[in-house]
């Protein structure tokens, strides 16, 4: 089954303390994304790749890092968690950068930072 | 720039009655235009596309027009149902995914 697969779905965690939300697809996809989507403001991009080793810096990247090691993962890190990074956050992937092709969504982590 | 503008919500209707969400765009190119459904605890799911001015995307009963005129895409389905129930997104892509803020919609018995 094509899917995108994020973990974890709910995480809590404290200010400064380092983590980690992985994002996998099995589509061979070569370009995806991680948004992050907050009540009243939709859903904005934080980082982007366009293929392995290609990465890009979306609308909100402060505060945010990613790598793009392999093609089928794209984790999204947080290096100092700080409060206002609560939010849900979704992966998406789709088949190529341009054009009409679809972008496939994970189910999103909730994220809080106390 | 590239943008998507959206009504915003909620939207509440009754079941069987007809539903309109508008979206506007302004895009420096020629984009494709999207609406994705997000279902209370779910990502989000492409709804309907068009690539092209005076394509007609449609799906489940929803439909939406590319106006290139009126750089609109409205989404529009004629008896919406409580399943229905959702937030839409609408979007479009060039070279990236540009989002509206969502609309929800709220559909009672």
């Known amino acids: 089954e094509a899917q995108v697969t994020q973990n974890p779905r709910y995480l809590i965690t404290v200010t400064g303390k380092k983590l980690t939300v992985t994002c996998s697809q099995n589509?061979?996809?070569?370009?995806m994304s991680w948004y992050r989507q907050d009540p009243g403001l939709g859903l904005r991009q934080i980082y982007y790749s366009m293929n392995v080793e290609v990465t890009d810096k979306g609308d909100v990247p402060e505060g945010y890092k990613v790598s793009r090691k392999e093609k089928r993962n794209f984790p999204l890190i947080l290096e100092s968690p700080s409060p206002n990074q609560t939010s849900l956050y979704f992966c998406?992937?789709?088949?190529?950068?341009?054009?009409?092709?679809?972008?496939?969504f994970g189910a999103g982590t909730r994220l809080s930072v106390l | 720039g590239n943008s998507v503008t959206q009504m915003e919500g909620p939207v509440t209707l009754s079941e069987e009655a007809f539903l309109t969400i508008n979206c506007t765009y302004t895009?420096?190119?020629?984009?494709?235009l999207f609406w994705y459904v997000q279902y209370p605890g779910e990502g989000l799911q492409l709804l309907l596309k068009?690539?092209?001015?005076?394509d007609k995307g449609s799906n489940k009963g929803f439909e939406a027009t590319y106006r290139k005129e009126t750089t609109s895409f409205h989404l529009e389905k004629g008896s919406v149902q409580v399943s229905d129930s959702a937030v839409y997104f609408c979007?479009?892509?060039?070279?990236?995914?540009?989002f509206g803020s969502g609309t929800k919609l709220n559909v009672k018995p």
């Open positions: 979007a479009l892509r060039i070279n990236k995914f540009y």
């Open positions: 998406a992937s789709s088949l190529y950068s341009a054009g009409e092709n679809i972008q496939y």
């Open positions: 895009a420096t190119g020629y984009p494709s």
């Open positions: 589509m061979n996809h070569e370009y």
């Open positions: 068009a690539t092209k001015a005076d």
